[in-house]
């Protein structure tokens, strides 16, 4: 019993192992203003969060002080992650004292301090993405060999391998715990699992993008117990939640202007509406119209007026039908509305409408692994700025090459019986525009790299990039919510990668029926 077991979990095992490998292999590139004085980059700001919150006390860490200069990158971020980067910071400095010495460390680059900061993200990713990651899908599988497939296919999304150990954040702690969330929401551990999102949350603020669905869908599992069991459900949910914010803000309720400073260093909307050549409608519309120029507070207003408008069909339509499957798809309509339409979206936000497309890869992989392959090339700009061009090109390359022979992209609709599209588009047609999309792409990539804009328009690759990657962006957001509103209420959460070797028997069955 104990060989079979060993035989069952080896792939799971050598695939945990190849992952690994493969982010220390990105983690050698280069990193976010590597070299680039005087701001550098994200590198930078994650090791000066360590060297504040390391020295300085807890209410010093949000508020301008000689010691806290806020313009130089201050922590911007909820406590979850100042806690995660003080502690950081007493690692960094029980090894190496000047990696985080107060004002006198700022710019530091090392191989010493670069293998610890890459260190750091690893152990993060291993101790919290990766485990998330499993009992997400170990829970859904009966069968090892089937769950080690979408481990994989989920573990090596280009787009998070490429942030995180390339350019350089924590994107992985609030993802999985987000996936912890959705994992104990499955189980209806609901208090556990408001628990868990509330802590991704804290960690960081884009979280916010999954919160509509995380309160419908239990808001509607509890109103369908009765009177009495719901009210007591929401009360508990409830007390969960605000208990996990006051132990998580604890240190800063002392004072009103200590949680003034820290709501105002997370929620910054004298920033602006976007950063970058973000990929949402607002840097496609400012084209068009300078948002800029006009008052923050009303652009502010306008854009989370959107947001919320645009995400109310989706959260009552869970309200009222709070099936699982449906719970992922508002997930994904949520989080990509909040992208497109939001306040203050950068460039990686992508990474939490993506995280939510990754779980569906299995029950829809061929809208999934567009997605998710347009969402990693709608960074691409940032990429290359930071020299991940070459891992950018093969990480993506086998990314689609594995997609494609485990979930045979091209061969859909004899496999989506409960699907509401084949219908109208055949298979040829939908190949095709796949297949231009992609094209264009590379394309927009090639002359990126290699080709000078005109001088007259500095930034128009990135541009381009950028309203490409929104038109694809609003159509998936369309075909989404189409199909949350198309589901049937049939438990179909059980989902199943399909074998190339399953495809062909299905097709043939197919044509012999016809």
């Not at 179909?492 to 197919?510: C, E, G, H, M, W």
Request: net charge positive; charged share 10%; aromatic share 16%.
């Amino acid at each position: 019993m104990l060989n079979i077991m060993r035989m069952e979990l080896a792939p799971l095992f050598y695939c945990l192992l190849i992952n690994i490998a493969i982010r220390w292999l990105v983690s050698l590139n280069g990193y976010s203003g590597m070299g680039k004085p005087p701001m550098y980059g994200d590198y930078e700001a994650q090791r000066h969060w360590m060297e504040i919150t390391s020295n300085l006390p807890i209410r010093s860490w949000y508020a301008n002080s000689s010691d806290n200069e806020l313009s130089y990158w201050g922590l911007d971020y909820p406590p979850l992650t100042a806690y995660h980067m003080s502690s950081l910071g007493r690692i960094a400095r029980s090894i190496n004292s000047s990696w985080t010495e107060l004002h006198r460390s700022r710019g530091h680059e090392s191989i010493g301090h670069k293998l610890f900061m890459r260190s750091s993200v690893m152990a993060t990713d291993t101790l919290i993405y990766i485990p998330s990651v499993l009992v997400y899908y170990l829970d859904n599988y009966g069968e090892v060999h089937e769950s080690t497939w979408a481990v994989a296919l989920h573990l090596l999304y280009p787009g998070l391998l490429l942030i995180d150990h390339g350019h350089f954040q924590y994107n992985t702690v609030s993802l999985g715990l987000f996936i912890l969330a959705v994992s104990l929401a499955r189980k209806q551990c609901n208090i556990l699992s408001s628990v868990s999102f509330v802590c991704a949350l804290c960690y960081k603020q884009m979280e916010l993008y999954h919160s509509f669905p995380f309160f419908f869908y239990f808001l509607g599992r509890s109103l369908r117990q009765g009177f009495s069991r719901g009210l007591l459900s929401v009360v508990l949910l409830g007390s969960a939640v605000s208990l996990s914010f006051i132990a998580i803000f604890c240190p800063f309720l002392s004072q009103l202007d200590d949680l003034y400073a820290v709501v105002h260093r997370i929620f910054p909307v004298a920033r602006g509406i976007f950063e970058d050549k973000v990929s949402n409608f607002w840097c496609a519309l400012d084209v068009l119209i300078k948002l800029k120029t006009y008052d923050s507070q009303l652009i502010f207003f306008l854009s989370s007026s959107i947001t919320f408008l645009l995400c109310i069909p989706s959260c009552f339509h869970l309200l009222f039908r709070p099936t699982f499957n449906r719970f992922i798809i508002s997930l994904i309509n949520c989080s990509l509305t909040f992208f497109l339409f939001s306040f203050q979206v950068h460039e990686k936000s992508i990474l939490i409408p993506s995280a939510a497309v990754l779980l569906s890869l299995n029950t829809d992989p061929f809208f999934a692994s567009w997605f998710l392959y347009i969402s990693t090339f709608s960074m691409f700009p940032l990429l290359l700025k930071d020299g991940l061009a070459i891992p950018y090109f093969v990480l993506n390359t086998l990314y689609i090459i594995l997609l494609s022979y485990r979930c045979n992209l091209f061969h859909i609709s004899t496999i989506q019986t409960n699907h509401f599209l084949p219908n109208l588009f055949p298979d040829s047609m939908r190949r095709a525009i796949f297949l231009c999309s992609l094209f264009v792409a590379n394309i927009l990539c090639i002359l990126c790299c290699f080709v000078s804009p005109p001088s007259r328009f500095p930034y128009l690759w990135p541009l381009l990039i950028s309203l490409y990657s929104c038109g694809h962006f609003i159509l998936f957001l369309l075909y989404y919510s189409a199909m949350q509103f198309n589901q049937q209420d049939s438990n179909i959460s059980q989902f199943r990668l399909t074998s190339p070797k399953l495809i062909k028997n299905r097709r043939q069955v197919a044509k012999k029926e016809q």
